[in-house]
């Protein structure tokens, strides 16, 4: 079977990923398990599947792929079917950061040391959960597709994440410290989008409002930086 390509997002995900055992939790079709081990960045992979239809499918993309000693394909919800300790990272891809979190919150003792997310939305509820479960943000990217992507690696570590020091913190959260940081017209038009859109609805003392201002924040971080 010829390698699978991926889409951006997903190349964004693999790229952040290097260790010993992984698992891609929602795999779908495996096909980022399946590029893992053909580009050595994982030597093994456990690919999880709740429903039949995408449990199927990955098993068949596996066989088709010769890889059956390498890659296992495992049914069940979220982590459950992990043992703690069985894997150095984890992969949720694909996924409502509200669901995401979910799946991370029920997942208890089984969570790895790493973590790689690509929620479908705001990466907000990720980055508070992160402060809130002992995790660090290690790097972060911004993908342009259909709409855009966050894609974070987090790693469990003590005390407070530094990245977020010298940040003002409701921007930070809601953009990304990295991606502040690092500037470039992805993260600034998703910003900009947002303060275009926010000024036509925003009221003084509703949400609508702190949400404005914390674009307006950004946009300012954003510019300091690049000077």
């Not at 069985?86 to 949720?92: D, Q, Y």
């Not at 959960?129 to 003590?158: F, Q």
Request: one cysteine or more; glycine letters at 8%.
């Amino acid at each position: 079977m010829p390698t699978p390509t991926l889409d951006a997002r997903l190349e964004a995900v693999l790229e952040l990923i290097r260790t010993n055992v992984h698992a891609d939790i929602g795999s779908d079709h495996a096909r980022l398990p399946v590029r893992l081990v053909r580009d050595g960045r994982a030597q093994q992979c456990i690919a999880v599947e709740l429903n039949p239809g995408p449990l199927a499918q990955a098993s068949r993309s596996v066989a088709r792929s010769r890889l059956e000693t390498r890659i296992e394909v495992r049914e069940g919800d979220g982590f459950a079917p992990l043992l703690p300790g069985e894997v150095g990272s984890a992969s949720l891809c694909g996924m409502g950061a509200h669901t995401i979190k979910s799946i991370l919150e029920r997942a208890g003792e089984r969570l790895p040391a790493a973590l790689i997310l690509q929620p479908n939305d705001s990466a907000l509820l990720l980055r508070l959960w992160a402060r809130g479960a002992g995790y660090h943000i290690r790097a972060e990217r911004l993908i342009a597709g259909y709409w855009l992507y966050p894609v974070l690696r987090l790693e469990r570590a003590s005390g407070p994440d530094p990245e977020y020091d010298g940040m003002p913190l409701n921007a930070a959260l809601k953009y990304g410290p990295l991606l502040l940081r690092a500037g470039g017209e992805v993260i600034r038009r998703q910003i900009e989008a947002d303060i275009l859109r926010l000024q036509k609805v925003a009221v003084p003392g509703r949400a609508s409002w702190v949400e404005l201002e914390t674009s307006k924040t950004a946009l300012a971080v954003l510019e300091n930086e690049i000077k």
